[in-house]
Each structure stands twice: as C-alpha cells, then as structure tokens.
C-alpha cells in the first residue's frame, strides 16, 4: 500500500538520525523539509541540518541549546517541544537507521511514480506515445536497484563504509557466555536457527533470547503459531522475574564450576526462597510493578492459528504495527515456520520457501530473525543432534546463518541440565558444545554454562551410579 504521507513514527525517526547519526545527516542534508508534517518537526529538522552544514557533524546534545527561544516559552508548543526532544533521546540507540532510510526511499519512489504516471498520462492525452513511455522509463531506471552498481571494491568510499559497518555490527547477546564470546548471537539481516526434539524446551529458547533482546533495549516481535498469546506472555513474565506457577517452599539450583580453561569442572547447588508465584493472591500488583520497573521493555506478542500465516501476510501485519501504532521492531521471532501456511502437493519444499522468505525479509527490513524447528523421528533416543535430523526439508539449514541443535538426555533432564551444540555458521567458529543448567519450573532456560569436558560425563557417570545404588 503506497502511502501519501510519511508516517508520525517515520518523521520522528528521521528527526532521531538528523540529530545524532552522522552518517544520515551527510545523507537528510538535502531532503525536502515539506516531507515533515509539521512547523514544528521542519524547524527542527532545519536546526539539524544547518548545524550539521556548519560543522560537520550531527548537532546531537546541542539541540536544545539552539531551540532556546522557543523551549523557553510558557505554552503549549514549548511543550510540544520539550516532548519531541525528550522522545528523540530516549530513541538515539533504538532506530533502526537501515529501515528507516529505506522507508523514506520507498515513499520517495512512490511519489516520484505518482509524478511520471500523471506526467505520462497527459502525453497519451496529446497523443504523444513517445514521451509517454520516455516518461515511466526514466522512473524506472531512478528506482530499480539493478541499475545501481553494488559494492565497487576499488571505491575508497565504498571499502571505508564497508570498513565502518563491520566495527559497527550489532549483536544480541544471548547471556551464554561460551556463546558470546564467540559471536555465535543473533545479527541483523540474518537468521538464528535452533533445532530440537518436540517439548524440549525451544519456546523457553526463544522466550530466553526475546527477554535478552528486550534487556539490550531491542524492539521485539514474537510471533507464536503453536500457543497462545496468553501462554508465551506468562512464559515471558517467568523469564524475566524468575516467577513459579505454583508455591513452593525452598528450591536448588544447579550451578557449574569452571576450570581454568572455562571447561565444566564440577556443580554446586543453592539455595532459594521467597519466589513469586502465579499463585500469590498480589501476584497482579507485584509483577506490575517489576514490568515498570523494566523501563521501556518493547514487546509485543502476536498469535496466528497454525497453517494459515503466510510471509505476505506477516508483511502486511508489520506494515499495519508501523502505522497503526509506530512500532517498528528490530527483532523478529518466529515459533515457528513449520507451522506457516503451506502447499498440501508441495508440503518440504513449500516449508524450506518459508525459511527462506523469512530470511529474505530479515535482509529487508534489517531485522534479527530468530526461529526454531523440529528434529525427525529419527532424533528420538540421539545423544547429539545435527543436520542430518531435520525434519522434512535439509535445505532449512542452508538459509540458517547460525544453526544450533539442543540436546537433552533423561538424565540430563532430570538434573535440570541441557547441551547446545553449534554444528555450523557464516564467520564463526563451529563445532561447540556447551553444557547449561536450566531451572523451567521459574522460566529459566539459563542458570550457569560451561564447555564440555570429560569432568561432564564422570560427573553423569557417578550421579547415575548413585541412583542405581539407592534403588538397589
């Protein structure tokens, strides 16, 4: 749907990167301030921009120095003003400076069509086929991006923005320090896949990353095709603040200590009470008062009934949220795209077009795209999953910039314990297995973690030899 006006969230954005991006002011510097629906963002947008022609870089924390006169003012507009500007620095980290820019040359290119198409339309009225055609073509070689060259590698301009982006590439940390350190996170413009068995806990993993996502001040996007609004809501409000379903007296966590080389060396369980329950009469009160004390925590979770939800479709829901409410999210969860809309004569190939539409509009709209899948039946009874368990289609694993299995025995799940396992990634290193500790009974998918070692599996060892004693 072509819009004939930039959006209230789009503008303000715009004034963000005007104000303190650089990059976008050497880019804004010349935009048409009418684009700005109001007196009061134009004169701002201007201020930006003068001040940026003068010195070379963005007016940033300046900003209410030079709108003095009007901040100074007791009315109303002064208020206005104080509120944009307030707005604008809270936003400063949060803008999604790519989707942003790319708006604004959508809609650019939709005006400038709106123009050729008119401009066209009165030539075919005097007859004149010619310019008519001349008319659509110019608009067509200004807009299609098969006529912009790419990355030209000898450009010093071209290899010092690559350059830069590299130094300037986000991660969302996922709190597993083994993980983190080897920047095996979720990156915009990629795809973060992790497989497991059927009720191994891959909801409670994407919960886990939404909650690290929301703590990194990231504007989050679940969206839940197997349970319901209500139940991954409460799956979150576990994983924030460590809340049980039901009330329970003192419980024991499970916590690793390490060797000198990071690897599991041993365990050591603590003790804890006093924890929030669904069951505590004032629990409403309490976790109202958690969920403000959050700040700003910018998640949304939204069901779709399983088979129906089609990309075009999750599109057409993102560009509703922008407009309808100005929220326009960084991340992207998907649980999970083996229960999208497929063809019954083509049910693989149509579930690997899934993925590999999900990535394209990661790539689109500079998103984080985390999604999980199944492991075939095959799985079952396996000490260590890899590709080669994926269920219905391999080729799921190829749009993956990052693929993780999660691996879990009865033991294991018994002690509160799992394995993440990196088989493979685009720049990372691959091949890790991490041991965690996990407690689910309060929404914790992550306690401790550590390296695989051999201590680990004498450490199963001697817990299952225990067990076969007290039996006996």
């Known amino acids: 749907m072509v819009q004939d006006e930039l959006s209230p969230m789009t503008q303000e954005n715009l004034l963000v990167l005007l104000t303190f991006d650089e990059k976008s002011c050497s880019l804004l510097s010349g935009i048409d301030l009418r684009l700005l629906g109001s007196d009061i963002y134009r004169n701002i947008a201007s201020v930006c921009i003068n001040y940026y022609k003068v010195w070379k870089q963005p007016v940033g924390n300046h900003l209410p120095d030079l709108l003095e006169t009007y901040l100074k003012n007791d009315n109303e507009k002064a208020d206005i003003y104080k509120s944009i500007l307030v707005n604008l620095h809270e936003n400063k980290d949060k803008v999604n400076k790519e989707y942003v820019l790319k708006s604004l040359e959508t809609f650019l290119d939709a005006q400038n069509l709106k123009l050729r198409i008119c401009n066209a339309a009165d030539y075919l009225q005097e007859g004149r086929l010619v310019e008519a055609k001349s008319e659509l073509a110019k608009n067509f070689k200004e807009t299609l991006s098969i006529f912009k060259p790419g990355l030209v590698f000898n450009n010093s301009d071209h290899l010092r923005d690559l350059l830069k982006s590299q130094e300037e590439k986000e991660y969302i940390y996922t709190g597993i320090k083994e993980l983190d350190v080897d920047l095996i996170c979720p990156k915009r413009k990629a795809q973060y896949l992790m497989m497991g068995l059927p009720k191994a806990g891959k909801s409670r993993w994407l919960v886990h990353l939404g909650k690290m996502a929301c703590l990194q001040r990231k504007r989050v996007v679940h969206i839940t095709l197997e349970m319901s609004e209500e139940e991954i809501g409460e799956l979150y409000i576990q994983a924030f603040f460590a809340v049980s379903k039901r009330k329970i007296g003192i419980m024991q966590h499970l916590l690793f200590s390490l060797s000198e080389d990071g690897k599991f060396f041993n365990t050591e369980e603590i003790n804890l009470d006093g924890i929030l329950t669904f069951e505590d009469p004032e629990k409403t009160e309490k976790i109202l008062k958690l969920v403000k004390d959050l700040k700003r925590t910018e998640l949304i979770i939204k069901e779709f009934p399983e088979g129906c939800l089609t990309i075009d479709m999750l599109k057409t829901y993102l560009d509703s949220l922008e407009m ?143 067990e076969c004693k007290n039996e006996g």
């Open 324 to 466: 309808s409410t100005g929220f326009i999210p960084d991340v992207l969860i998907v649980d999970y795209p083996d229960l999208m809309s497929v063809s019954r004569d083509a049910i693989r190939t149509s579930i690997s077009r899934n993925f590999v539409d999900l990535r394209g509009l990661a790539q689109d709209r500079n998103l984080f795209n985390l999604v999980v899948t199944q492991s075939n039946r095959a799985g079952e009874g396996i000490k260590l999953l890899t590709a080669s368990n994926l269920s219905e289609d391999f080729s799921k694993v190829m749009t993956a910039d990052e693929f993780l299995t999660l691996n879990q025995t009865e033991a294991e799940y018994e002690l509160g314990l799992a394995r993440i396992y990196h088989e493979r990634g685009r720049g990372s290193r691959k091949g890790s297995l991490i041991i965690v500790s996990q407690n689910p009974s309060i929404g914790q998918f992550i306690l401790s973690s550590a390296r695989m070692s051999k201590s680990y599996e004498s450490f199963l060892k001697n817990v299952d030899e225990s």
